[in-house]
Protein backbone atom coordinates (compact mmCIF):
# COMPACT_ATOMS: atom_id res chain seq x y z
CA UNK A 1 0.00 0.00 0.00
CA UNK A 2 1.48 3.55 -1.00
CA UNK A 3 -0.46 5.99 0.91
CA UNK A 4 0.02 9.88 -0.93
CA UNK A 5 -0.76 13.41 0.53
CA UNK A 6 -0.55 16.83 -1.29
CA UNK A 7 -0.24 20.32 0.28
CA UNK A 8 0.39 23.46 -1.56
CA UNK A 9 -2.94 24.15 -2.89
CA UNK A 10 -4.50 28.17 -2.59
CA UNK A 11 -5.57 31.14 -3.88
CA UNK A 12 -3.51 33.37 -6.29
CA UNK A 13 -3.81 36.04 -8.66
CA UNK A 14 -3.25 35.23 -12.51
CA UNK A 15 0.53 35.75 -13.16
CA UNK A 16 1.10 34.29 -9.79
CA UNK A 17 3.09 30.86 -8.39
CA UNK A 18 2.71 28.03 -6.40
CA UNK A 19 4.72 24.82 -5.60
CA UNK A 20 2.60 21.33 -5.06
CA UNK A 21 4.11 18.91 -2.98
CA UNK A 22 3.01 14.95 -2.74
CA UNK A 23 4.95 13.00 -0.13
CA UNK A 24 4.66 9.01 -0.57
CA UNK A 25 4.60 6.58 2.14
CA UNK A 26 4.04 3.12 3.02
CA UNK A 27 5.67 0.97 0.40
CA UNK A 28 7.11 3.97 -1.14
CA UNK A 29 10.04 2.33 -2.44
CA UNK A 30 8.09 0.25 -5.45
CA UNK A 31 6.69 3.33 -6.83
CA UNK A 32 7.75 3.63 -10.62
CA UNK A 33 5.83 6.63 -12.14
CA UNK A 34 4.81 9.42 -10.19
CA UNK A 35 2.29 12.29 -12.06
CA UNK A 36 0.06 15.38 -11.41
CA UNK A 37 -3.76 15.07 -12.65
CA UNK A 38 -6.44 18.06 -12.30
CA UNK A 39 -10.26 17.88 -12.52
CA UNK A 40 -12.55 20.67 -12.95
CA UNK A 41 -16.49 20.26 -11.52
CA UNK A 42 -17.98 18.15 -14.53
CA UNK A 43 -14.94 17.31 -16.28
CA UNK A 44 -12.53 14.59 -16.79
CA UNK A 45 -9.84 14.27 -14.77
CA UNK A 46 -6.73 15.04 -17.39
CA UNK A 47 -2.68 14.70 -16.42
CA UNK A 48 -0.63 17.50 -16.05
CA UNK A 49 2.87 16.13 -15.41
CA UNK A 50 4.36 13.15 -15.54
CA UNK A 51 8.31 12.13 -14.32
CA UNK A 52 9.28 8.51 -14.47
CA UNK A 53 11.70 6.96 -11.17
CA UNK A 54 14.76 7.67 -14.09
CA UNK A 55 13.22 11.60 -14.20
CA UNK A 56 12.02 11.66 -17.27
CA UNK A 57 9.16 14.09 -17.93
CA UNK A 58 6.48 14.97 -20.02
CA UNK A 59 3.89 17.46 -19.99
CA UNK A 60 0.53 18.42 -21.12
CA UNK A 61 0.48 20.69 -23.97
CA UNK A 62 -1.00 23.51 -22.16
CA UNK A 63 1.30 23.69 -19.41
CA UNK A 64 4.27 23.79 -20.99
CA UNK A 65 7.12 26.55 -20.14
CA UNK A 66 5.16 27.06 -17.27
CA UNK A 67 5.46 23.94 -15.09
CA UNK A 68 7.78 22.12 -13.85
CA UNK A 69 7.68 18.56 -12.51
CA UNK A 70 10.23 17.03 -10.18
CA UNK A 71 11.08 14.39 -7.90
CA UNK A 72 13.26 13.74 -4.40
CA UNK A 73 13.57 10.21 -4.42
CA UNK A 74 15.26 10.25 -1.23
CA UNK A 75 12.11 11.92 0.44
CA UNK A 76 9.45 10.14 -1.11
CA UNK A 77 8.01 13.49 -2.68
CA UNK A 78 7.07 14.85 -5.88
CA UNK A 79 6.92 18.11 -7.10
CA UNK A 80 4.63 20.21 -9.08
CA UNK A 81 6.38 24.54 -9.61
CA UNK A 82 3.45 26.03 -11.01
CA UNK A 83 4.12 29.81 -12.19
CA UNK A 84 2.82 32.02 -14.54
CA UNK A 85 -0.61 30.80 -13.52
CA UNK A 86 -3.85 31.28 -15.46
CA UNK A 87 -7.57 31.13 -14.54
CA UNK A 88 -7.85 28.39 -16.41
CA UNK A 89 -5.21 26.64 -14.01
CA UNK A 90 -8.26 26.24 -11.29
CA UNK A 91 -8.83 22.71 -11.09
CA UNK A 92 -8.62 20.17 -8.21
CA UNK A 93 -4.56 18.79 -8.42
CA UNK A 94 -4.08 15.42 -7.83
CA UNK A 95 -0.94 13.38 -7.15
CA UNK A 96 -0.83 9.68 -8.68
CA UNK A 97 2.07 7.10 -8.38
CA UNK A 98 1.85 3.75 -9.96
CA UNK A 99 4.00 1.13 -8.86
CA UNK A 100 6.32 -1.52 -10.31
CA UNK A 101 3.48 -3.69 -10.85
CA UNK A 102 1.45 -0.80 -12.45
CA UNK A 103 -1.08 -0.69 -8.86
CA UNK A 104 -2.28 3.28 -9.24
CA UNK A 105 -2.57 5.01 -5.98
CA UNK A 106 -4.22 8.73 -5.79
CA UNK A 107 -4.16 11.43 -3.37
CA UNK A 108 -6.98 13.16 -1.67
CA UNK A 109 -6.14 16.42 -3.76
CA UNK A 110 -5.35 19.84 -3.11
CA UNK A 111 -7.55 22.83 -4.68
CA UNK A 112 -5.47 25.78 -6.54
CA UNK A 113 -7.75 28.46 -7.37
CA UNK A 114 -6.57 31.72 -9.73
CA UNK A 115 -8.34 34.51 -9.78
CA UNK A 116 -8.45 36.96 -12.71
Known amino acids: QVQLVESGGGLVQAGGSLRLSCAAS????????MSWYRQTPGKKRDVVAI???????NYADSVKGRFTISRDNAKNTVYLQMNSLKPEDTAVYYC??????????WGQGTQVTVSS
Open 96 to 105: KAVTMTAIPY
Open 51 to 57: ITSGGST
Open 26 to 33: GSAFSINV
